[in-house]
C-alpha cells in the first residue's frame, strides 16, 4: 500500500521560505511521477507543481514560477518543494500525489497525503 506523508509546514511571515518534504513508502519511487497542490479555506484544491519520474522535467503553476523549486531525491525517497518569497496568498494547506506520468490534472493524481499546513503573514 502506497503512503505518502508531508510534513514541513508552519508559519512564516511573508518574505520568508520553506521547504516542504513528501516521505513515500510502500511503493518503487521511480515508478511514479509526483505533484503538488494546495487548498485555501473556501477555495478548491490548485495544482502548483509537478516532476517527472526521472527528476529532468518539472512543471509550475504560473502564481509560484520563479518562487518556487520541486524536486525529488531517489535516495531519500522524498519529493520536496522549496518555497520563497512567499506571500500571504500563498496560505493553504498543501498536499502530496503521486501519479504516473508528469501531468498538471489534479484527476490523474492518486494516494494524496494528509496535507501539511502553511500560514504566511505580513
Known amino acids: 500500500q502506497v503512503q505518502v506523508l508531508e510534513s514541513g509546514g508552519g508559519s512564516v511571515q511573508a518574505g520568508g521560505s520553506l521547504t516542504l518534504s513528501c516521505a513515500i513508502s510502500g511503493a518503487t519511487f521511480s515508478t511514479y511521477a509526483m505533484g503538488w497542490f494546495r487548498q485555501a479555506p473556501g477555495k478548491e484544491r490548485e495544482f502548483v507543481a509537478a516532476?517527472?519520474?526521472?527528476?529532468?522535467?518539472?512543471a509550475y503553476a504560473d502564481s509560484v514560477k520563479g518562487r518556487f523549486t520541486i524536486s525529488r531525491d531517489s535516495t531519500k525517497i522524498t519529493v520536496y518543494l522549496q518555497m520563497n518569497s512567499l506571500k500571504p496568498e500563498d496560505t493553504a494547506v498543501y498536499y502530496c500525489?503521486?501519479?504516473?506520468?508528469?501531468?498538471?490534472?489534479?484527476?490523474?493524481?492518486?494516494?494524496w497525503g494528509q496535507g501539511t499546513q502553511v500560514t504566511v503573514s505580513w
Open positions: 500525489a503521486t501519479a504516473y506520468r508528469l501531468t498538471i490534472d489534479p484527476r490523474n493524481f492518486g494516494n
Open positions: 516532476i517527472d519520474r526521472s527528476g529532468g522535467k518539472t
